[in-house]
T-cell receptor, first 109, second 112 residues
Framework: GQNIDQPTEMTATEGAIVQINCTYQ??????LFWYQQHAGEAPTFLSYNVLDGLEEKGRFSSFLSRSKGYSYLLLKELQMKDSASYLCAVMDSNYQLIWGAGTKLIIKP | IAGITQAPTSQILAAGRRMTLRCTQD?????MYWYRQDLGLGLRLIHY???????GKGEVPDGYSVSRANTDDFPLTLASAVPSQTSVYFCASSDSGTGAQYFGPGTRLTVL
């Protein structure tokens, strides 16, 4: 079966750095996506990785290792507004997104 | 409009009633999707459409139907609502380049 694993919840301090991990087992791979979802709102697209390595976009970076079935989202200089759920999703061989259940990130002052 | 819109924002529905959730996008994306999101379960795909005139079943299609008469609109119909269909429903469309999906604001549906 297809599976995406990420921690259920993480806590970090304002101004710090946090790394949210995602491991996957899917039938085929056509890219990995990270989304941010604030409570009561829709998911919003953050990043896309299809090749191994690090993609940086401002305070957020995403890393992919296809051989390990592993990705992480790195958030730097954490702000209170970063409190949200972060969803990892993998596009399988049928070009469908397989979604993880999400990691709830709590930022403390 | 810019992006994806959904209507209604929320709805309380009696069991057994028929309900259509509306979704419209103006980004000229070919592919569109309907998801439901329940606490602890993440996003689950109900139906999708790769292009106007075609539809496909996702992970949890039972009790739902869709149509795709044109590029912009992708309505989701519950023929006879049941309480287990209480959920938040998101419509999305995807960029043909990366396949990134962009979501509407959601419809919160309660079936009593």
């Amino acid at each position: 079966g297809q599976n995406i694993d990420q921690p259920t919840e993480m806590t970090a301090t304002e101004g710090a750095i946090v790394q949210i991990n995602c491991t996957y087992q899917t039938s085929g791979f056509n890219g990995l996506f990270w989304y941010q979802q604030h409570a009561g709102e829709a998911p919003t697209f953050l990043s896309y990785n299809v090749l191994d390595g690090l993609e940086e976009k401002g305070r957020f970076s995403s890393f992919l290792s296809r051989s390990k079935g592993y990705s992480y989202l790195l958030l730097k200089e954490l702000q209170m507004k970063d409190s949200a759920s972060y969803l990892c999703a993998v596009m399988d061989s049928n070009y469908q997104l397989i979604w993880g259940a999400g990691t709830k990130l709590i930022i403390k002052p | 409009i810019a992006g994806i819109t959904q209507a209604p924002t929320s709805q309380i529905l009696a069991a057994g009633r028929r309900m259509t959730l509306r979704c419209t996008q103006d980004m000229r994306h070919n592919a569109m999707y309907w998801y439901r999101q329940d606490l602890g379960l993440g996003l689950r795909l109900i139906h999708y459409s790769n292009t106007a005139g075609t539809t496909g079943k996702g992970e949890v299609p039972d009790g739902y139907s869709v149509s795709r008469a044109n590029t912009d609109d992708f309505p989701l119909t519950l023929a006879s609502a049941v309480p287990s269909q209480t959920s938040v429903y998101f419509c999305a469309s995807s960029d043909s380049g990366t396949g990134a999906q962009y979501f509407g604001p959601g419809t919160r549906l309660t079936v009593l």
